[in-house]
């Protein structure tokens, strides 16, 4: 997943909380987390969002947020691992099935789904 941030953007922990959180129920686990900054003179900035853990987003991935990123903006990338998805797929081989396909639902056609 990767989100962007305008200049106005005020990163004062919520986004990690949330993300310790989501772990802390067992659901998820957060691979990884990085911050990724165009200063207002172009220059990249990188910072990990979880200090102590190995970087996993790819310098590909790095560089195509990048690119999209005009000075005095950001974006957060992060690797999720979905831990309930094990125990599922492994109830669906048990019982002699197979995953056909995968995907996410952006929050937009989650909300088109409840009107």
């Given at each position: 997943m990767?989100?962007g941030?305008g ?8 986004i990690?909380a ?5 772990e802390d129920?067992g659901m ?15 220059e990249?900035e990188?910072?990990?969002?979880i ?13 195509e ?19 309930w998805?094990?125990e599922?797929e ?8 197979e ?11 989650i ?5």
């Amino acid at each position: 997943m990767a989100v962007g941030f305008g200049p106005e953007a005020t990163f004062e922990g919520a986004i990690v909380a949330a993300l310790r959180r989501f772990e802390d129920s067992g659901m998820l686990r957060v691979l990884d987390l990085l911050f990724v900054r165009r200063d207002e003179s172009g220059e990249l900035e990188t910072r990990p969002g979880i200090p102590g853990r190995p970087t996993l987003v790819s310098q590909a991935d790095v560089d195509e947020v990048a690119a999209t990123l005009e000075p005095g903006h950001a974006a957060g990338l992060v690797l999720l691992e979905h831990v309930w998805e094990a125990e599922l797929e492994q109830a669906i081989a048990e019982t002699g099935g197979e995953i056909l396909s995968q995907g996410l639902l952006t929050t937009e056609q989650i909300q088109a789904l409840a009107r």
